[in-house]
């Protein structure tokens, strides 16, 4: 590594089949890489002996390694209020697509010299978000673009979406366009949902930026997998799920008071 190079030899990139890809990270510190042959004529290349990885913004309790629960809560408070069962989804499918050894949550909001320390201490190879509808005109950053710029590693945004009620140009507070400036900086790609959220940033100036969809849509990491669906015609019954109440951020049809 060269005394110019920030963050030790790594590499990001994206595997998947047709216009679906899922992002997947390479590290190449301390070990030789495991090329494996997968669909479409594409490799997944994996660390023989992954190290311990921070995460931005987890979404429940990670229980045997790649699996994520909600947490234990009285009964009463969770019929009073609901979880994000798809923010789950998300964080389970992304770890069970990344190779590590162990997670570690970062402290965004309330995290010292001494936890910078912590993450810089070289026990950790990179830090990843989790992908989530996380470019708006709303989110509160905070002091996370000073946590971005203390920490020595590569920071991944790991399949991140803009969110509006919506197609349009959104006006993100200063605070925000610099995040996702920073996010950039300190990555080789940065994975989004959809080309909306590649046009938002790329309104920012970012272009290091490939569309990988939902991890949700890779957690089986088997590029082969396929769903038998019945035909149209032989579908009677269809169930779906709503959640109790629908922001006027995430759709049109809705008052801002509902």
């Not at 947490?71 to 609901?82: A, D, N, S, V």
């Not at 957690?219 to 669906?229: E, G, S, T």
Request: net charge positive.
């Amino acid at each position: 590594m060269t005394p110019e190079a920030p963050f030790p030899p790594w590499h990001a990139g994206w595997v998947g089949r047709g216009l679906l890809a899922v992002a997947v990270v390479f590290l190449l510190k301390e070990a030789q890489p495991l090329l494996l042959p997968v669909a479409s004529a594409v490799v997944l290349t994996f660390v023989l002996s992954p190290k311990r990885v921070l995460v931005l913004i987890p979404a429940g309790a990670r229980y045997e390694h790649d699996k994520v629960r909600a947490h234990e809560k009285p009964l009463k408070e969770m019929i009073e209020t609901y979880t994000n069962t798809g923010d789950f989804t998300v964080y389970d499918s992304s770890l069970k697509l990344l190779s590590f050894k162990d997670v570690t949550p970062v402290k965004m909001k309330t995290f010292t010299d001494k936890d910078i320390d912590l993450y810089n201490n070289g026990e950790f190879d990179y830090c990843f978000l989790r992908g989530s509808n996380f470019i708006n005109e709303h989110t509160e950053w905070g002091p996370l673009p000073e946590l971005l710029k203390k920490l020595k590693m590569p920071i991944i945004p790991f399949a991140i979406g803009a969110q509006s009620e919506s197609r349009r140009k959104l006006d993100l507070p200063e605070k925000a366009k610099e995040v996702w400036r920073l996010f950039a900086d300190r990555c080789t790609t940065m994975g989004v949902r959809g080309d909306y959220t590649a046009e938002v940033l790329n309104d920012l100036g970012i272009k290091n930026v490939d569309i990988v969809g939902c991890p949700s849509l890779f957690r089986c990491n088997n590029p082969d997998l396929q769903i038998n669906a019945r035909k149209l015609e032989q579908i009677r019954k269809v169930a779906f799920n709503m959640r109790r109440e629908v922001s006027a951020t995430s759709t049109s049809c809705c008052p801002a008071s509902s």
